[in-house]
């Protein structure tokens, strides 16, 4: 699994082309704001992988096929669509088009600048007709201008004169991989857009379309600047109709001469606006991007990447392709949500199409702490979009005879869109992992306006939701039963552990947030008697502890399972779920990821040191890390709990996954849980961070390898920097107000401009290193890190 990406702190960078890997290329050079997704496709449209070109949002409805139907299934499925791509730019030299399987490809070279938040490119290409010219390509997907994105398009003439054509485009319902064999699915998603009006004026097209089921209306807009070295200026004509809008720049160059595009691209959308208004912001976001100018728009992408690197910068001295992997990482999660403003993030982000498009609970559990500590505003924001579809999750609970609100496990717009009910409405702990972000959220902000006027409603009815799903027994216990928790090979389990430890922080969530807001409480029906009875709830919850073997079971009984057969089981039978049935999975002791071991880090207040130790070495030997959320948990326990090298093989893991394609499938888009994960292992294994009722509290240890860390959060508006070498630890606030940390069981008082250095204490013994399944090990640092046989 060799590396094909250049080592570069800043950049993301390959010096040669290749169709075998331009699929997930066009996913790791995916530009996006998190309103708009352009999939790294090469400029001229072909060859290519997938076409991706999205806006956070924009769907098709399609029936949802049941094997067999049942009360509760959902009728319908969402699936994202291409929106119309502005980002094709063709190339026609002496009228032979530009394309990398034709004529003679000299250099080719791509570049992903995390810095200045863009992707370039740079081609010398000879045409069959031995015309020889140079392109450079710069394009921008607008984090200070929502809707904008751009690309500066240069060719020059190389040694004699050429006559070039530059055919600017905006094309709509290109191809996705359809997700279903249902010709129903097919046919809805195969030209999912219908044209409503197309407007030329001057070098400026607009596209209209509106999708034939989900009834959304979609605008995008073009206009350029044009400009060349020649003596003779282009000719410039433009013409759109239905699906296609095309300017047509073409030009004389003589020798070393060249021709400077730069194309402006609006995007809107919505569901009740009139087409006349879309047009119209659109064709606006544009007009103010030429305004503003190519210089503009990219010192303004610039500043904005500046100011986040200046304070949340993590930085890894000793292992530089690590520190390339987890600035990759943060700038993926920054990109994917910094403009999705009241929407969520997919799991692939606006990267590529995988798993329809659709929200998981892994944003909230996963990636909202990482915006919360690093991008507070997005993060209000995305869960503003959770509160806002508070109405469709009551009516799911109803439907399920429930109060209160259940949130889907996967949707685009807050409907559920799962058919496979035992991993999903069963998975009730997606709305423990939304009220977890909420409360997080609070904490780390202070923002009570947000607490009051969202955050309150959404514990409430999450509160309420598990009220109405447990059971008392006659001890007086509380129980949770017939739920699945986030390991998807255990499905619909009594007392899952980390389902009711979550259960729990909900209702204590819930007291707290209404007892601090009484009027709004109020306001939500919410009287003393409802705050006692989750009191009561929360002590009397449950949490299943096999006495005799001296741990935590996943849930009740699990650990008098039957354990899978390891050692008979192929290399090529994994991942299992796609060579043993469900329901032989579902009855063993085998883990397609962290679930246990993810309440040890979730809610680790719960356990002891000792009881976290015993669970994660007995659990770590079940984990077959089939998902790709396994193992950025797995380096957090694996680092708390003294084995350091096993956490950076961990880390290794999940910082190469979409980097070296580790799974297979990073050409369905980015793994954006996962690179959030990289920031966790980062903070949460070698930081040693936890949320406390105290404040936060650090434990900070490097592994081997590691020289120095250093990483930054924000704290009630104060930015905190923590750097840490092998023997000491730095705090510093960087700004804001004075706050309070706890170093190991130090309280330090921090003040701006005043850091305190202190000593990281002595390692206590840590006992054998814990084992994995046979052959699934975590990928080795030392190989992931190696880059041409040398060890970086």
């Not at 080592?7 to 960078?13: F, L, Q, T």
């Not at 050079?29 to 998190?34: A, E, P, R, T, V």
């Not at 190389?158 to 129903?184: M, Y």
């Not at 993926?332 to 949500?337: E, G, L």
């Amino acid at each position: 699994m060799a590396a094909r990406f250049e080592i570069d702190p800043w950049a993301v960078e390959v010096g040669r082309v290749d169709a075998a890997h331009l699929a997930q290329e066009e996913s790791v050079f995916g530009l996006s704001n998190g309103h708009i997704g352009w999939r790294g496709n090469l400029d001229e449209g072909d060859p290519r992988g997938v076409a991706g070109s999205y806006l956070n949002g924009v769907f098709e409805e399609h029936p949802m096929p049941h094997a067999e139907d049942g009360y509760g299934y959902p009728e319908t499925g969402q699936s994202v669509i291409n929106v119309p791509n502005g980002q094709v730019i063709r190339l026609l030299v002496d009228d032979e088009p530009f394309e990398i399987e034709r004529g003679t490809v000299h250099a080719h070279r791509r570049r992903l600048d995390l810095r200045a938040g863009a992707v370039t490119r740079h081609v010398e290409w000879t045409a069959p007709t031995g015309r020889s010219v140079q392109i450079e390509s710069t394009r921008i997907v607008s984090l200070t201008h929502r809707p904008v994105a751009a690309v500066r398009y240069i060719v020059r003439a190389v040694d004699e004169p050429v006559h070039v054509t530059v055919l600017s485009e905006v094309l709509a319902n290109e191809p996705l991989p359809l997700p279903h064999e249902d010709p129903r699915v097919q046919e809805l998603l195969r030209a999912p857009l219908h044209s409503v009006e197309a407007d030329v004026l001057g070098t400026a097209a607009t596209l209209l379309h509106r999708t034939r089921k989900s009834d959304l209306t979609v605008a995008i807009s073009m206009d350029h600047l044009v400009s060349t070295t020649a003596d003779v200026g282009p000719s410039v004509t433009t013409a759109a109709k239905d699906d296609l809008a095309r300017t047509r720049i073409s030009v004389l160059l003589p020798a070393g001469e060249s021709l400077e595009v730069v194309k402006f691209v609006g995007h809107e959308w919505a569901r009740s606006s009139a087409a006349s208004t879309l047009r119209d912001r659109a064709e606006a976001a544009v007009a103010d991007a030429v305004r503003e100018g190519w210089d503009g728009i990219a010192a303004a992408q610039r500043a904005r990447l500046d100011d986040f690197w200046e304070c949340f910068d993590v930085e890894v001295d000793g292992i530089p392709r690590l520190q390339q992997a987890v600035r990759f990482a943060q700038f993926q999660i920054f990109q994917a949500s910094a403009r999705a403003e009241l929407r969520s993030v997919p799991s692939k982000g606006l990267t590529g199409s995988g798993y329809e498009g659709h929200t998981f609970w892994d944003f909230e559990a996963f990636v909202l702490p990482v915006l919360t500590s690093t991008a507070p505003d997005a993060a209000e924001q995305a869960l503003r979009w959770r509160h806002a579809t508070l109405p469709q999750a009551r009516e799911r609970a109803r439907t399920l005879h429930l109060e209160g609100a259940t949130f889907p496990w996967r949707t685009i717009d807050g409907r559920e869109s799962s058919g496979y009910w035992p991993a999903s409405t069963a998975a009730f702990h997606i709305n423990a992992a939304v009220a977890g972000a909420v409360q997080h959220y609070v904490r780390a902000t202070g923002d009570t306006a947000f607490e009051r006027e969202a955050g309150l409603e959404i514990l409430v009815e999450t509160a309420r939701l598990w009220v109405s799903l447990g059971r008392w027994d006659a001890e007086g216990g509380f129980h949770l039963d017939g739920v699945t928790g986030p390991d998807e090979y255990s499905a619909i389990v009594d007392d899952n552990v980390y389902t009711n430890l979550m259960a729990q922080r909900n209702l204590r969530a819930a007291v707290a947030s209404a007892r601090r807001h009484p009027d709004v409480a109020r306001d939500l029906g919410v009287g003393e008697d409802e705050i006692e009875r989750w009191e009561r709830t929360a002590r009397a919850v449950v949490v299943p502890f096999d006495e005799r073997r001296g741990l935590h079971a996943q849930s009740a009984g699990y650990t008098d399972y039957a354990r899978w057969d390891f050692d008979t089981t192929r290399e090529d039978q994994y991942p299992l779920h796609s060579h043993f049935p469900y329901f032989d999975l579902y009855r063993k002791q085998v883990l397609k990821q962290a679930d246990l071991v993810l309440a040890l880090y979730f809610a680790h207040e719960a356990f002891t040191p000792g009881q976290k130790a015993r669970a994660f070495a007995y659990y770590d030997e079940l984990t077959v890390r089939d998902s790709s959320l396994s193992a950025a948990v797995q380096a957090v326990i694996a680092a708390e709990t003294g084995h350091l090298g096993l956490a950076l093989d961990y880390l290794a893991e999940v910082a190469t996954l979409d980097l070296d394609d580790v799974q297979g499938d990073t050409e369905e888009g980015l793994h954006i849980a996962s690179l959030a994960g990289v920031w966790t292992a980062i903070t949460g294994g070698f930081g040693g961070m936890r949320e406390t009722e105290e404040g936060l509290r650090f434990r900070p240890r490097l592994p081997s390898g590691i020289d120095r860390l250093r990483f930054g959060i924000r704290i009630h508006g104060s930015v905190l920097h923590l750097a840490v070498t092998q023997t000491e630890a730095t705090y510093e606030l960087s700004s804001g107000s004075p706050v309070t940390v706890w170093h190991y069981d130090d309280a330090v008082t921090l003040e701006a401009g005043n850091p305190s250095t202190v000593t990281i204490p002595a390692a206590p013994p840590a006992g054998p290193r814990p084992t994995q399944p046979r052959g699934r090990e975590p990928r080795p640092a030392a190989e992931a890190f190696r880059v041409d046989g040398a060890s970086s």
